[in-house]
């Protein structure tokens, strides 16, 4: 159930996707400048032969096998602090986040730079034939470029060092989740609802049931795909997993009623995605999750960093809030003639904000400032919705965190500190009642 569409989509994103393209284009320039080389051989350059640097047959050798030698132990070099830094991230923040490593463009694009040289030094320098050889040639073009390259992966090397340092701090990781989390937000709780959207319907009992062919995550559901199949066969199709949803093979995806037809089930299966892992494209549970689990460990007494934590519910108010003034999503869908053909599955922001205060509760009563962070975003989301069931969520957990908290082993005086953050938090939220 993955489309050609989706599969070069995560090859984009995959870690070795923009290194091997580098590493082609290097292939295909020291080809091109080679036989420029050849051409140019015996034509005089004029004016502009001042640019090409020769050094002779056993020089060009020494160049470029320098080059070719010292590129690929600095990217051998590279790769060890990537993995380092991976390691580091996956055990402090969670293993959830090193997908933000494998699909930074920085770090591919610097071990795609420097495995791209080596390619090219050793191409050019196997065209390069001496005066003891039947015919003596050296690409002077090429090794200049080659000169240039190396000058270019030594600014390469700087930045892939200051880039390296900046990406494991607490800021820069919390901050691109957080760019995850607004942009699943503005994709699936638009501030303005699609014109094809309208209340869903339930299909009846009798309707035919689709099962998956492949087990995995849900990463993907082509809601245009599956209105245009349903408006072709003149079918009205109820989704029952969404992005984030975990499937067994031969477990049922949806329903659908009208033409029934094998290629119509074929259809719906080709337009759920699956894979091994989840992904924040349209799993706004994903998302919230992630930064989450920063707060979370961050509060474990492994890590005792209450700072992070509250770095981490900082960033989950940049989307939580503006989610939870948008309208209420309407599930179903219809076609451009206006009749009904879809209904998807969606999580309500009170499912989300359960997600995030539970985890809260759960595990960090035993750091008070932590718990303050979390009431603050409590208020916040309180303070801003539009919505009473989303008001009444809030206050429920803003109830329950009082009572988990007040009635633990932590110090009278952080009960009695937290406990004020939550009354006046309640008393605000219940204000804007």
Same mark, same amino acid.
């Given at each position: ?17 923009? %290194? ?13 400048? #080679? ?48 993995? =380092? ?9 969670? *293993? ?6 494998? =699909? ?34 050296? %690409?002077?073009?090429?090794?200049? #470029? ?20 900046? =990406? ?21 709780? *638009? ?88 992904? %924040? ?24 960093? *209450? ?61 008070? %400032? ?64």
């Amino acid at each position: 159930m993955t489309s050609f569409k989706t599969r070069v989509l995560r090859a984009r994103d995959s870690f070795w996707f923009l %290194p091997a393209m580098l590493g082609v284009a290097a292939l295909i320039v020291a080809q091109a400048l #080679v036989m420029l080389d050849r051409y140019l051989d015996s034509t005089a350059l004029g004016s502009w032969g001042f640019l090409l640097y020769r050094v002779g047959a056993s020089g060009s050798r020494d160049i470029l096998g320098a080059i070719g030698g010292s590129m690929l132990a600095v990217a051998a070099t590279s790769f060890s602090i990537t993995i =380092s830094v991976l390691a580091t991230a996956s055990s402090t923040y969670g *293993p959830r986040l090193v997908r933000n490593f494998m =699909s930074d463009r920085g770090n591919q694009f610097v071990l795609g730079i420097f495995g791209a040289t080596f390619l090219y030094s050793l191409m050019v320098l196997r065209s390069i034939r001496s005066d003891t050889d039947a015919m003596t040639f050296v %690409p002077d073009i090429a090794v200049n #470029v080659a000169v240039l390259l190396a000058v270019v992966d030594v600014a390469v090397l700087v930045y892939f060092i200051h880039h390296i340092a900046d =990406s494991i701090q607490v800021s820069t990781l919390s901050a691109r989740v957080r760019g995850e989390l607004v942009a699943v937000t503005d994709a699936l709780y *638009p501030k303005k609802l699609p014109d094809e959207a309208t209340g869903a319907r339930t299909l009846p009992a009798t309707a035919l049931a689709v099962g998956s062919d492949a087990s995995g995550f849900v990463v993907r559901v082509d809601e245009n795909a599956l209105i245009a199949a349903a408006s072709k066969a003149g079918s009205v199709v109820e989704m029952h997993v969404r992005a984030g949803s975990h499937v067994i093979e031969g477990e049922n995806i949806a329903s659908f009623t009208g033409n029934t037809s094998d290629a119509m089930a074929k259809e719906i299966r080709d337009a759920v995605v699956l894979d091994a892992t989840r992904t %924040p494209s349209q799993d706004i549970e994903f998302a919230i999750q992630q930064l989450t689990e920063m707060a979370v460990r961050a509060m474990s007494p492994s890590t005792n960093d *209450p700072y992070t934590a509250r770095n981490a519910l900082a960033e989950l108010a940049v989307g939580m809030v503006p989610l939870a003034t948008r309208p209420a999503p309407l599930l179903g869908r219809n076609d451009a003639d206006g009749h009904y053909r879809l209904t998807i599955s969606l999580p309500s922001v009170p499912e989300l904000i359960d997600q995030v205060f539970d985890a809260i509760r759960q595990y960090g009563l035993g750091n008070p %400032p932590a718990v303050i962070a979390a009431v603050d975003l409590a208020r916040r989301i309180g303070t801003a919705t539009i919505h009473d069931e989303i008001r009444v969520a809030v206050v429920r957990q803003l109830t329950a965190l009082r009572s988990a908290f007040g009635g633990g082993d932590a110090d009278p005086i952080d009960v009695d500190t937290c406990c004020k953050h939550i009354d006046v938090a309640t008393s605000a939220i219940n204000a804007k009642a």
